[in-house]
Antibody, heavy 114, light 107 residues
């Protein structure tokens, strides 16, 4: 069955970066784009962007340009999202999703605190 | 960006009742709308896509309808396992955007 396994929770300091992974299994990795979504209690669900897992091409929500960088490693069927220049506003649960949002990872909690 | 307005923000209903959640888009999204269910501590789960198509494995008591800017999710014969938050999402205009969510509780 299709699974998206995300990396574990991160505690990061303001100004630093984190890189979250999303390992896909149960399907041909390049069959689906992978999207990334941010969830907070205050702002709800926000769409960050997606990556074409075949070409590596990306499309970002303007709001997250400069904040998120999406990459992919086809050899390991893994997508990555790096979040840079972290502030407390970046504290959230981050999800990867594929298959037209039919499949979601379990989420990665990122906490930004000094 | 297209704004998605969901109502109500919270809802209390009894077992066996029929529940309807509404979602209004700030412009026509041509039925490019999905509904998700999210239980506490879990990821969102796709229920409905293309406004009225049931996702694989979703019970038939869930249904979606609507067009243009107005859409709704209906849950017939509410079950205890339906207690969750529900979100709509448009994918007509990039960036895709989500509604604020409806928290469904048992009365």
């Amino acid at each position: 069955q299709v699974q998206l396994q995300q990396s574990g929770a991160e505690l990061a300091k303001p100004g630093s970066s984190v890189k979250i992974s999303c390992k896909a299994s149960g399907y041909t990795f390049t069959s689906y784009y992978i999207s990334w979504i941010k969830q907070t209690t205050g702002q709800g669900l926000e769409y960050i962007g997606y990556i074409n897992t075949g070409s590596g091409g990306t499309n970002y929500n303007e709001k997250f340009k400069g904040k998120a960088t999406l990459t992919v490693d086809k050899s390991s069927s893994t997508a990555f999202m790096q979040l840079s220049s972290l502030t407390p506003d970046d504290s959230a649960v981050y999800y990867c999703a594929s298959g037209g949002f039919a499949y979601w990872g379990q989420g990665t909690l990122v906490t930004v605190s000094s | 960006d297209i704004q998605m307005t969901q109502s109500p923000a919270s809802l209390s209903a009894s077992l066996g009742e029929t529940v309807t959640i509404e979602c209004r888009a700030s412009e026509d999204i041509y039925s490019n709308l999905a509904w998700y269910q999210q239980k506490p501590g879990n990821s969102p789960q796709l229920l409905i896509y293309d406004a009225n198509s049931l996702a694989d494995g979703v019970p038939s008591r869930f249904s979606g309808s609507g067009s243009g800017t107005q859409y709704s999710l209906k849950i017939n014969s509410l079950q205890s396992e339906d207690v969750a938050s529900y979100f709509c999402q448009q994918y007509n205009n990039y960036p895709w955007t989500f509604g604020g969510g409806t928290k469904l509780e048992l009365k």
